[in-house]
């Protein structure tokens, strides 16, 4: 074990106390679903809304953490699950900092979200699946990827030739292919606020 030799320090400052100060219950918006699907979209105008009510928050969205802490992972099954894993951590210690945290990630394995949100404390977690039906997402097609994939250039493409769980019962079912942006995100805001996350 790569821990034996090192010791968990107790902090001055904790985490209810930050939280106290910025006058919200920190949590985090787990976005999950299919590339183009709106999780990045989505998550950005709710971060938006949050950020001009004075909340404090974060956002850690796929392409650009793939650029720098993930720059050394993949696609494959394996690199995706450390992918997950490594922003679960972060995303702790983000919530332990007193954030509203958002991730927008497609995280296509049930037993990683579930990881995810094993790491935190009861309430802290909340699922939002981004549900659009593949066929919408492929005539989005924001970044031109379902056709790479369709034409072979790129492998492993989630709900191609790479899986994508459901969320079974996630907390919050997002319709992007009903409800237009501005919809979806207050969907999203009025149900942190119904929760009591925004005090
Ligand atoms: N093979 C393959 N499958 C899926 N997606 C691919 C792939 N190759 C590159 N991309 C681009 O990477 C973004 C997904 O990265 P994530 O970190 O969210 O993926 S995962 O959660 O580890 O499965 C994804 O971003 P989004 O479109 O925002 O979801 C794509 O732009
Ligand atoms: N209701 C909606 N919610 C989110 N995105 C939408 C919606 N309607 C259309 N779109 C479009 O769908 C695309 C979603 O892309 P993106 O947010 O990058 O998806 P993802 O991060 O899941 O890959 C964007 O071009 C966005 O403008």
């Not at 400052?13 to 979209?41: D, N």
């Not at 497609?106 to 935190?120: G, T, V, W």
């Not at 899986?163 to 237009?180: C, F, G, I, S």
Request: contains cysteine; aromatic residues 8%.
């Amino acid at each position: 074990m790569k821990t034996e030799n090192t010791v968990w320090h107790q902090q001055q400052v904790i985490k209810t106390q930050r939280a106290e100060q910025k006058k919200q219950r920190p949590c985090l918006l787990w976005y999950t679903g299919l590339s183009g699907s709106g999780k990045s979209t989505v998550a950005n105008a709710v971060d938006a809304l949050l950020f001009e009510r004075g909340h404090h928050t974060y956002l850690l969205d796929g392409d650009n953490v793939r650029h720098g802490l993930n720059g050394d992972l993949g696609f494959s099954d394996e690199d995706r699950v450390e992918n997950i894993r490594r922003i679960s951590e972060v995303s702790k210690l983000f919530i332990d900092a007193g954030l509203i945290v958002s991730t927008a990630f497609i995280s296509p394995f049930k037993e990683d979200r579930a990881q995810a949100r094993a790491l935190l404390a009861e309430g802290e977690f909340i699922e939002v699946f981004i549900d659009t039906p593949i066929e919408v997402c492929e005539q989005r097609d924001p970044k031109g990827l379902y056709k790479k994939a369709r034409a072979g250039e790129i492998k492993d493409f989630t709900g191609i030739d790479s899986a994508y769980d459901m969320p079974q019962a996630p907390e919050l079912h997002v319709k992007t292919a009903e409800q237009d942006i501005e919809q979806c995100a207050l969907q999203i805001v009025n149900y942190l606020a119904e929760q009591g996350y925004l005090a």
